[in-house]
T-cell receptor, first 117, second 114 residues
Framework: DTEVTQTPKHLVMGMTNKKSLKCEQH?????MYWYKQKAKKPPELMFV???????INESVPSRFSPECPNSSLLNLHLHALQPEDSALYLC????????????????FGPGTRLTVT | TQLLEQSPQFLSIQEGENLTVYCNSS?????LQWYRQEPGEGPVLLVT?????EVKKLKRLTFQFGDARKDSSLHITAAQPGDTGLYLC??????????????FGKGTLLTVNP
């Protein structure tokens, strides 16, 4: 089973709203990722968690706040977003962020389509 | 910073034709992954190659990793409309110590017309 689930599938929010995106995997993976993807562009890495600790923040604005409550869950808290933040937000997981080649394979969820109005 | 140049960016072909997508870099990658993504969905992992010169086949898809692990290709034989999608290559490497990251190519948007 290589399933990563994400909720909600679609989200529309105003610029003053606070919302959260949720990601879950039950593959025993210890690395989880948030990516942002604009239409017809490749995913852009935002955050990496390794063993529930934030290991990479790609200079993401503070209006995006990640959280990893446990090894299976990853949240992305959103506050005071801008219309240009509208995009597909993808969660991914891998066994680890170091080790053998199979550790590197990232499995993506279906994404949350976010629209900021 | 590691960069992956992917070409072509757009490809529209007829059913039954063959095609090749290329990923090239001046950097060495420890592994290279190919994904296929359909509109509104997440990328789906097709294959991972790790050894220079490695060739892997997945039905009508053939993946090759260059000897120097700097480039890769995806060849599709007798393309079908179901092959339509965005194909992404992603090279793996370490960034700043032990943090492993994927560097994505810009993608190839493939349309196979019936």
């Amino acid at each position: 089973d290589t399933e990563v689930t994400q909720t909600p599938k679609h989200l529309v929010m105003g610029m003053t709203n606070k919302k959260s995106l949720k990601c879950e995997q039950h593959m025993g993976h210890r690395a989880m990722y948030w990516y942002k993807q604009k239409a017809k562009k490749p995913p852009e890495l935002m955050f990496v968690y390794s063993y529930e600790k934030l290991s990479i923040n790609e200079s993401v604005p503070s209006r995006f706040s990640p959280e990893c409550p446990n090894s299976s869950l990853l949240n992305l808290h959103l506050h005071a977003l801008q219309p240009e933040d509208s995009a597909l937000y993808l969660c991914a997981s891998s066994q680890r962020t170091s080790g053998g080649s199979s550790s590197y394979e990232q499995y993506f969820g279906p994404g949350t389509r976010l629209t900021v109005t | 910073t590691q960069l992956l140049e992917q070409s072509p960016q757009f490809l529209s072909i007829q059913e039954g034709e063959n095609l090749t997508v290329y990923c090239n870099s001046s950097s060495v990658f420890s592994s290279l992954q190919w994904y296929r993504q359909e509109p509104g969905e997440g990328p789906v992992l097709l294959v991972t190659v790790v050894t220079g010169g490695e060739v892997k086949k997945l039905k009508r898809l053939t993946f090759q990793f260059g000897d120097a692990r700097k480039d890769s290709s995806l060849h599709i034989t007798a393309a079908q409309p179901g092959d339509t999608g965005l194909y992404l290559c992603a090279g793996g490497g370490y960034s700043g110590g032990s943090n492993y990251k994927l560097t994505f190519g810009k993608g190839t948007l493939l349309t196979v017309n019936p």
